[in-house]
Antibody, heavy 120, light 107 residues
């Protein structure tokens, strides 16, 4: 069974940093592109960042470029999101998502999410 | 960047009704369009990708169509368990943009 489990969320002050993790199991993690998607309370879905299966290719939404860094450790089946210079507007539930494969950057599995709150 | 616009923002229909949700891209995206269902308190669930390919396990009352800039998600016979917010997502290139969502309720 495919499972994705996020951790690392919490309350942080504006300008602070957090590192999110997503532990994957039930599939060959190193074969799949992965993304982070966030959802502010009561709002819609916003894609944040994607990383290729190998980890060599990374892309970011303009809203987080230069502040967030996506990475992965295929030996540990874990995806990461390093978030620096956090702002109030970064407050959201952060989901990791698996892409379905091939050329389809479509999400077939999602974690349950981890809540990030940026507030003083 | 390409913008994705869904309409309507919300709708209310009776059980058994045919429901159609539209998603429009600001530029052509071929058939690189997916639809998701997010029930209250749950994570999104993939319904359709490649504009019209039904994801495994999704009921056949859900269907998708379209290409280029205009896409539709159709529920042929609305069921109580279909109450949710529905999102489209383009994936031709980054950014992977979602529509703003359409809330479907039972009348």
């Amino acid at each position: 069974e495919v499972q994705l489990m996020e951790s690392g969320g919490g309350l942080v002050q504006p300008g602070g940093s957090l590192r999110l993790s997503c532990a994957a199991s039930g599939f060959t993690f190193s074969n799949y592109d992965m993304s982070w998607v966030r959802q502010a309370p009561g709002k819609g879905l916003e894609w944040v960042s994607v990383i290729s299966a190998s980890g060599y290719t990374k892309d970011y939404a303009d809203s987080v470029k230069g502040r967030f860094t996506i990475s992965r450790d295929n030996s540990k089946n874990t995806l990461y999101l390093q978030m620096n210079s956090l702002r109030a507007e970064d407050s959201a539930v952060y989901y990791c998502g698996r892409h379905i494969g091939g050329s389809y950057r479509v999400f077939d599995y999602w974690g349950q999410g981890t809540l990030v709150t940026v507030s003083s | 960047d390409i913008q994705m616009t869904q309409s309507p923002s919300s709708l209310s229909a009776s059980v058994g009704d045919r429901v159609t949700i539209t998603c429009r891209a600001s530029r052509g995206i071929s058939n690189s369009l997916a639809w998701y269902q997010q029930k209250p308190g749950a994570v999104p669930k993939l319904l359709i990708y490649a504009a019209s390919t039904l994801q495994s396990g999704v009921p056949s009352r859900f269907s998708g169509s379209g290409s280029g800039t205009d896409f539709t998600l159709t529920i042929s016979s609305l069921q109580p368990e279909d109450v949710a917010i529905y999102y489209c997502q383009k994936y031709d290139s980054v950014p992977l943009t979602f529509g703003q969502g359409t809330m479907v309720e039972i009348k």
